[in-house]
């Protein structure tokens, strides 16, 4: 038997969405980003599979207020938070995941569970139910900024954009706790995701949201879908924007089967992408494959992501706008 060693690679996202103002706020995501990048992949080195990888991956990101996902996440138009999140084990080529669950720290938990289930997928009452199985202890993952950003919408009975603009989610003054008004407010912004490759080569892709923000009860996002987060023993994609642009797209199944199917990695996001901008969509994706190669895509002005390919960190906060692709 081989013990050859992979080198692992990883890759992460915070979302994707428009223009990304104010150096102050670049260089605090980036920071943010590749301080999780930094530890995942240190775990990544000490032997953790690519499956434990994406899970504390997305925890750490679900964790961190800044993004829609867990803690910070943003209200629907009854102000409820309700989160999904999925995980793919690219190895076992099994898909697991929560819809529409509240009231817990950690959705991608849930899915880690659910990866050993037959039943795989559940909606609000089944996870309610197995968060209470579990003795999940309750958690409100509502934050000031998005109370006061649900509250703003609220005024103007919902009529503004519902994902508005990224400025907020990442300009210096939220970053340093000053808080924003929700008029220029980018609820549904800062979907978090994971995509890992392990040292025996295995893949994983985990995604986690709180939603697009203000929509109706029952929305079902893309993030718990292999629309949004898919992987085979190949290749694994996480995508992030508009989510029901990413479900018309299919876009990280597509992404993942071309990348197996006969094209690259590079050459899959890029045929993927131009298809997705022609059609007007706004989304981004990350990706990597079994043989290391990293890519990532995106229709809309920004995407925040972050990457260690064994050499080096990089990221992509600094694309120009709209249609991009790139790889290393
Ligand atoms: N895709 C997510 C959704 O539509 C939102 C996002 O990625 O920002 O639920």
Redesign the pocket.
């Known amino acids: 038997m081989s013990h050859s060693v992979v080198q692992p690679k990883l890759i992460i996202h915070g ?3 428009s223009s990304l103002q104010g150096k102050g706020g670049v260089a605090a995501v980036r920071q943010l980003l590749s301080g999780i990048v930094e530890t995942v992949y240190q775990a990544l080195l000490r032997g953790a599979s690519a499956r434990e990888a994406v899970v504390l991956g997305c925890r750490l990101l679900e964790d961190e207020p800044r993004f ?1 996902a867990g803690t910070g996440s943003v209200l629907q138009s009854d102000g409820q938070i309700r989160m ?1 999140a999925s995980l793919m084990d690219g190895a076992a080529q099994r898909f697991s995941g929560t819809i529409n669950v509240s009231r817990i720290q950690n959705p991608i938990e849930l899915a880690d569970f659910l990866q050993g289930q037959s039943d795989r997928v559940l909606s609000d009452a089944g996870s309610a139910e197995l968060s209470r199985e579990l003795g999940l202890p309750i958690y409100n993952p509502l934050t000031d900024l998005r109370l006061n950003e649900w509250i703003e919408e609220r005024k103007d009975n919902f009529s503004k954009r519902s ?1 508005a603009s990224t400025v907020a989610e990442v300009s210096g003054a939220e970053l340093s706790g000053a808080g924003v008004s929700g008029a220029d407010s980018s609820a ?4 978090i995701g994971v995509v890992a490759l392990d040292q025996q080569g295995r893949v994983a892709a985990g ?1 986690s ?5 203000f ?1 109706r009860i029952g ?1 079902v ?3 718990a879908t292999p629309a ?1 987060n898919y992987a085979t023993d190949r290749a694994g994609v996480s ?6 642009d ?1 479900l018309d797209e299919c876009l990280a199944a597509k992404i993942v089967i071309r990348a197996g199917d006969g094209l690259s990695l590079a050459e899959a996001f890029a045929r993927s992408m131009q298809e997705a901008a022609g059609r007007g969509r706004d ?2 994706a990350i990706g990597l494959d079994a043989t290391g190669a990293i890519a990532w895509g995106k229709t809309s002005e920004v995407l925040l992501a972050a990457y260690h390919n064994g050499d080096r960190l990089g990221d992509t906060l600094e694309l120009p706008d709209g249609l991009q692709t790139g790889s290393c």
Do not use: F, P, Q, V
Request: hydrophobic residues 15%.
């Open positions: 979302g994707a969405g829609n999904s994902m549904g912004r800062g979907t995604t949201t709180g939603g697009k923000g929509e929305r996002s893309d993030s949004g995508c992030t924007g508009i989510g029901e990413i989304l981004g």
